[in-house]
């Protein structure tokens, strides 16, 4: 009851803050066993996730705090991930949505860009790794570092995005990639900077 209280609290907000329709109603389930968690997605998963979410289909799957083990994030900040999920899928309709753009919102949205993800970027930085945009916008990599590399620069660009350009400009990139616009026409549009010169910035 609670879960769903939050639900349709935040749906509306989350909506708004991405400029986007919140759409028809979509099912949260709360799985009590990780065996249930596994059989009854409809797809391929990650084996670390907490949560997932299914656009077309409008179904969300949480792992019951039973079988979370101790993890820090609150279950209304992994449902307001996954909501920016479905959110982000529905507007983006048959087309995929680039998952720096998926993951990054979903973070922002959720909350989840904290002191774990400032250590990763650290890192990152230390060892030369970090993706460029370019990079990013290809897909994620295959190496677990790099790839949880890709993730946290995902929320970093969208965070830095925002405070730089301006509240909107999520919304306008997410309207433009939406409507097929491709990367380097949608950040020009948005932002009235190069890929290039963002990633410089």
Same mark, same amino acid.
């Given at each position: @009851?609670?879960?769903?209280?939050?639900?349709?609290?935040?749906?509306?907000? %989350?909506?708004?803050?991405?400029?986007?329709? $919140?759409?028809?109603?979509?099912?949260?389930? %709360?799985?009590?066993?990780?065996?249930?968690?596994?059989?009854?997605?409809?797809?391929?998963?990650?084996?670390?996730?907490? +949560?997932?979410?299914?656009?077309? !289909?409008?179904?969300?799957?949480?792992?019951?705090?039973?079988?979370?083990? +101790?993890?820090?994030?609150?279950?209304? @900040?992994?449902?307001?991930?996954? %909501?920016?999920?479905?959110?982000?899928? *529905?507007?983006?309709?048959?087309?995929?949505?680039? *998952?720096?753009?998926?993951?990054?919102?979903? =973070?922002?949205?959720? +909350?989840?860009?904290?002191?774990?993800?400032?250590?990763?970027?650290?890192?990152?930085?230390?060892?030369?790794?970090? !993706?460029?945009?370019?990079?990013? $916008?290809?897909?994620?990599?295959?190496?677990?570092?790099?790839? *949880?590399?890709?993730?946290?620069?995902?929320?970093?660009?969208?965070?830095?995005?925002? =405070?730089?350009?301006?509240?909107? #400009?999520?919304?306008?990139? %997410?309207?433009?990639?939406?409507? =097929?616009?491709?990367?380097?026409? $949608?950040?020009?549009?948005? #932002?009235?900077?190069?890929?290039?010169?963002?990633?410089?910035?």
């Amino acid at each position: @009851q609670e879960l769903a209280r939050h639900a349709a609290r935040t749906t509306p907000k %989350i909506a708004q803050q991405l400029g986007i329709g $919140s759409g028809s109603a979509f099912k949260i389930y %709360i799985m009590p066993t990780q065996e249930s968690f596994e059989r009854l997605q409809p797809g391929r998963f990650p084996d670390w996730a907490d +949560g997932t979410a299914w656009p077309s !289909l409008g179904l969300i799957f949480l792992r019951s705090p039973d079988i979370r083990d +101790g993890r820090s994030d609150a279950l209304t @900040q992994v449902l307001d991930h996954e %909501i920016a999920h479905i959110l982000l899928g *529905r507007a983006f309709a048959n087309r995929p949505v680039p *998952r720096w753009l998926q993951e990054g919102v979903a =973070q922002l949205v959720a +909350g989840e860009h904290n002191h774990d993800s400032i250590d990763t970027l650290s890192q990152g930085v230390l060892g030369g790794e970090l !993706l460029s945009l370019r990079e990013l $916008s290809r897909g994620f990599p295959k190496s677990p570092f790099r790839a *949880r590399l890709a993730y946290v620069q995902s929320a970093d660009f969208v965070l830095f995005l925002q =405070q730089n350009y301006g509240a909107h #400009t999520i919304q306008r990139l %997410i309207y433009y990639m939406s409507h =097929q616009y491709n990367f380097d026409q $949608s950040i020009h549009m948005a #932002t009235g900077r190069t890929v290039e010169e963002l990633d410089l910035e």
